[in-house]
């Protein structure tokens, strides 16, 4: 007899590190992931700070700002912003318990995609724990809207996405993108897909101190109908395939892998915080579950 141990709390085998550029200070950082015990879930470790608590544990009541990215502060006002993409790794590979020491105030963009992130976890290795993942099992509907910005979970049973965007640009226009998020759909559709940005807000963002390190080379930008970068895009519909990224990484604040579907229109960083916090705020609408494993007959 086998049992299977899919549902079992996951860490890295070893420390990993991963250097780069902030996209909104425009400063170079250095990040290392590094194992963890159970229960520990994903806490960030300021490494430049000595003078107060430099320890920032993800929670979805934690996110202090969303209008860009994601960011998140612990109570001595300590900082990490831009976790999304990272956050989206550690979802998708079911990453459970991760120390993420940093050495700046901002998650070095890459690629602008998860692609650098999950290889970084590869290059780390997986180790499972003793102990069950905790599920958050969504048993009633929580919608959140903005104008015409809108996300909801629904009960499903097992997690599931729908994204919807429309632009005016003739490059992106509406796209949809509807999947099991998995493992296996991440790597193969998701994790490649990059941030992207029109030119003509790039002059006001940096007014505003914002996308200092924002370049062609961690972003996809449009001017027009125009993609300026030389190398066009990675794949097809890639613009909505990086805010389904987005979403996976704002959602996975809440320190467990969902079993419920995410539906989200014109949806962005703001949105989904809005939408975690509905959750937390109704807890009939959810409840946290594990799964037992399944065993299997040899011969």
Not at 79 to 104: C, K, P, R
Not at 117 to 131: C, M, P, T
Request: net charge negative.
């Amino acid at each position: 007899m086998s049992v299977r141990n899919d549902h079992l709390q996951k860490t890295t085998i070893a420390p990993a590190i991963i250097a780069g550029v902030g996209v909104h200070t425009g400063d170079r950082v250095r990040l290392a992931v590094r194992p963890a015990p159970v229960g520990t879930g994903i806490v960030f470790v300021r490494t430049d700070i000595r003078d107060r608590d430099n320890v920032v544990p993800v929670r979805g009541d934690v996110v202090i700002d969303a209008r860009l990215n994601t960011r998140i502060a612990n109570a001595e006002g300590v900082e990490v912003s831009t976790i999304e993409h990272l956050m989206a790794a550690f979802a998708a590979l079911g990453v459970s318990n991760a120390i993420v020491e940093i050495d700046g105030h901002e998650v070095p963009i890459m690629d602008g995609s998860a692609l650098p992130f999950v290889q970084l976890l590869d290059r780390a290795g997986f180790r499972k724990q003793e102990a069950p993942v905790r599920y958050i099992e969504i048993l009633e509907p929580i919608r959140v809207q903005d104008g015409d910005k809108s996300a909801a979970l629904l009960p499903c049973d097992r997690y599931e996405m729908r994204f919807e965007i429309d632009f005016d640009s003739k490059v992106i226009g509406n796209q949809v993108v509807d999947f099991v998020v998995d493992e296996d759909t991440f790597r193969r559709e998701i994790m490649s897909a990059r941030t992207f940005g029109f030119a003509h807000e790039v002059e006001a963002l940096r007014k505003a101190g914002l996308a200092r390190g924002g370049s062609l080379e961690n972003a996809v930008v449009i001017d027009g109908d125009e993609i300026l970068n030389p190398g066009g895009l990675r794949m097809e519909r890639e613009f909505v395939k990086h805010k389904a990224l987005d979403a996976i990484g704002d959602l996975y604040v809440l320190g467990a892998p969902l079993l419920g579907r995410y539906e989200g229109v014109k949806a962005g960083h703001a949105i989904n915080n809005l939408l975690v916090r509905e959750l937390l705020a109704n807890p009939q609408a959810w409840r946290e579950v594990v799964r037992v494993p399944q065993m299997a007959m040899a011969g």
